[in-house]
């Protein structure tokens, strides 16, 4: 079974929108870790947050916020002003201890910023 | 500040010829992982290891051999390549869930097999 769904394939949003990247996860653990990765063009894996199932708060990072919500086994990213800089395909991933320390990634969501 | 290194990062194999990809940490890391990306399909889980002399199967691991012989390299062979193993190779290390884990990628390894 799937464990992570990004339903958005390729998003394209004008400088200075906001846009959310969603994330749904699927996990029968009640001990698990959610983390986001930015994929720029130039190809490397950035990680940019990591949230565990018994921490629900909301983060923000500058710009950027995660939405953590248990109840819709949702996990979505919230950029605000976007930049061009934030073009990059974005992967949401899930860790639990059913798959022993594996991580288990999106297919990714594409995000292209129009200056 | 080498982190997670990956050798070599490009490479054009004719099938059925073999090689071997190196992945290497300067982190400590208990935990190497060796992932594929190819196009609509994500990052998939190939081989892991946790920790020296251990490795274990992930999702796509047909076609592939690993070994850890030391804690900091981790290496993923092909030992007859095929097309369909025309992708970019990830490595990454990371530590166990109850240390707070987060995975930490390397450059990756574009690879051709023609």
């Known amino acids: 079974a799937q464990k992570v769904t990004q339903a958005q394939t390729e998003i394209s949003v004008v400088e200075k929108e906001d846009v959310t990247l969603d994330c749904v996860y699927e996990?029968?653990?009640?001990?698990?870790?959610l983390f986001w990765y930015k994929q720029p063009p130039s190809g490397e894996l950035v990680f940019l947050i990591r949230?565990?199932?018994?921490?629900?708060q909301n983060e923000i990072s500058g710009r950027y916020s995660w939405n953590f919500q248990k109840s819709t086994s949702s996990f979505n990213f919230t950029i605000t002003a976007s930049q061009v800089v934030d073009s990059a395909v974005y992967f949401c991933?899930?860790?639990?201890?059913?798959?022993?320390?594996?991580?288990?990634f999106g297919t990714g969501t594409s995000l292209t910023v129009i200056p | 500040n080498a982190g997670v290194t990956q050798t070599p990062k490009f490479r054009v194999l004719k099938t059925g010829q073999s090689m071997t990809l190196l992945c290497a940490q300067d982190?400590?890391?208990?935990?190497m992982y060796w992932y594929r990306q190819d196009p609509g399909m994500g990052l998939r889980l190939i081989h892991y290891?946790?920790?020296?002399?251990?490795?274990a199967k992930g999702e796509v691991p047909d076609g592939y051999n690993v070994s850890r012989l030391k804690k900091q390299n981790f290496l993923l062979g092909l030992e007859s390549a095929a097309p369909s193993q025309t992708s970019v190779y990830f490595c990454?290390?990371?530590?166990?869930?109850?240390?707070?884990?987060?995975?930490?990628f390397g450059e990756g390894s574009w690879l051709t097999v023609v």
């Open positions: 991933a899930l860790s639990d201890r059913n798959t022993g320390n594996q991580f288990y």
């Open positions: 990454a290390s990371g530590t166990s869930l109850s240390s707070g884990n987060t995975i930490y």
């Open positions: 949230r565990n199932s018994f921490d629900e």
């Open positions: 996990t029968r653990d009640t001990t698990y870790y």
């Open positions: 982190m400590n890391h208990e935990y």
């Open positions: 290891s946790v920790g020296e002399g251990t490795t």
